[in-house]
């Protein structure tokens, strides 16, 4: 079935030290892709919405400046977290559709901790 | 924006009983999914229904789809250990894709 891949799984960085999420999409081509937040014990919260070649559409609340999203080729999606602080450390989740009705597929998240 | 509710919230049953959760919204979607995710790891699809009134089953696992497309529910037949985890429910409606996901249920099944 369809996978993608997220990198890194889990990365530590310094408060003020950005930090960028990579989702690629494998034997598919995604031309959107779906990045979440979820806090511990809680569920996915949708932050952005990215499509590629155009503007990434950000949900009400979500610091576009601070959460950057480049959705450069139809295979990779990156977000990048600048000027980080302990505040953002959380598990971000990436996702590509598959089709109208079909499941969606995730990467298997990053656990960002800032310190 | 539309939203899902799910409940329970929590649930903790010693193996062997059975259990159901529900997902319920105020809108129409066009599909649901019904996803399962463990602990640092990303969701991972269990079923995805279309049709009103539609029920699969996996295993042990029958999911159900309102007759109006507003709810859906999932039950587990003698849950087992191996069934804990966290239970999400998204919907899609049309406009963009976009999965709106419900609150989660955590599961929990005691040998």
């Known amino acids: 079935g369809a996978v993608v891949s997220q990198h890194p799984s889990r990365v530590i960085c310094k408060s003020g030290t950005s930090v960028k999420i990579e989702c690629r999409s494998l034997?598919?081509?995604?031309?959107?892709m779906f990045w979440y937040r979820q806090f511990p014990k809680k569920s996915l919260m949708l932050m952005a919405t990215?499509?590629?070649?155009?503007?990434?559409?950000?949900e009400q609340g979500v610091e576009k400046d601070k959460f950057l999203i480049n959705h450069a080729s139809l295979t990779l999606s990156t977000l990048t977290v600048t000027s980080a602080h302990p505040e953002d450390s959380s598990f971000y989740i990436c996702?590509?559709?598959?089709?109208?009705?079909?499941?969606?597929?995730f990467g298997s998240g990053t656990r960002l901790t800032v310190v | 924006t539309q939203l899902l509710e799910q409940s329970p919230q929590f649930l903790s049953i010693q193996e062997g009983e059975n259990l159901t959760v529900y997902c319920n919204s105020s809108?129409?979607?066009?599909?649901l999914q019904w996803y399962r995710q463990e602990p640092g790891e990303g969701p991972v699809l269990l079923v995805t229904?279309?049709?009103?009134?539609e029920v699969k089953k996996l295993k042990r696992l029958t999911f159900q789809f309102g007759d109006a497309r507003k709810d859906s529910s999932l039950h587990i037949t003698a849950a087992q250990p191996g069934d804990t985890g966290l239970y999400l429910c998204?919907?899609?409606?049309?406009?963009?894709?976009?999965?709106?996901f419900g609150g989660g249920t955590r599961l929990m099944v005691k040998p």
């Open positions: 809108s129409v979607f066009s599909s």
């Open positions: 034997d598919f081509q995604a031309t959107t």
């Open positions: 229904v279309v049709t009103g009134g």
């Open positions: 998204a919907g899609v409606w049309n406009a963009g894709n976009m999965l709106t």
């Open positions: 990215s499509n590629e070649g155009s503007k990434a559409t950000y």
């Open positions: 996702s590509a559709p598959e089709g109208a009705n079909y499941g969606y597929t």
